[in-house]
């Protein structure tokens, strides 16, 4: 089964000092797990001085968790002698990856998925985020 990943590209203002920034949030459909998200943030970490990655000076990698469902209990049927209980928190974890100087975000994402391999599909919502 392919890791399906999803991003979203914002462009934003720093806070401090209005000037431009790009914000990149990365999820999966199979959520990613707190060891996870840590190793993929550890692994970028690894990889900043690759000679074809594209961030460029100052950056932030950060993690994003938005409670969308409380939780869900259900039961899982395969066979009647056997019954398993899933217990799923719907939370959406996410990476969030800043970089404070002009970024080509389709260029990083290229990137990206080269490193984790999967799906990778663009989200784009209408509602603006507040960044």
């Not at 959520?31 to 990889?47: C, G, I, N, P, T």
């Not at 939780?71 to 019954?83: E, G, P, Q, T, W």
Request: aromatic content about 12%; charged content about 30%; proline content about 2%.
């Amino acid at each position: 089964m392919v890791r399906k990943y999803f991003y979203e590209v914002v462009h934003a203002k720093s806070r401090q000092d209005g000037k431009p920034l790009t914000r990149i949030y990365v999820w999966a459909k199979r959520a990613f797990s707190h060891r996870e998200m840590f190793s993929k943030q550890e692994q970028l970490l690894d990889r900043l001085t690759d000679l074809d990655c594209p961030l460029d000076g100052a950056m932030q990698i950060g993690f994003q968790k938005e409670m969308s469902v409380s939780a869900l209990c259900f039961a899982k049927i395969d066979h009647f002698s056997r019954v398993k209980k899933e217990i799923e928190f719907a939370f959406v974890h996410s990476l969030e990856i800043v970089a404070f100087n002009p970024l080509d975000a389709r260029a990083f994402i290229e990137w990206l998925s080269g490193l984790w391999k999967g799906e990778w599909k663009e989200v784009v919502t209408k509602v603006k985020r507040v960044a």
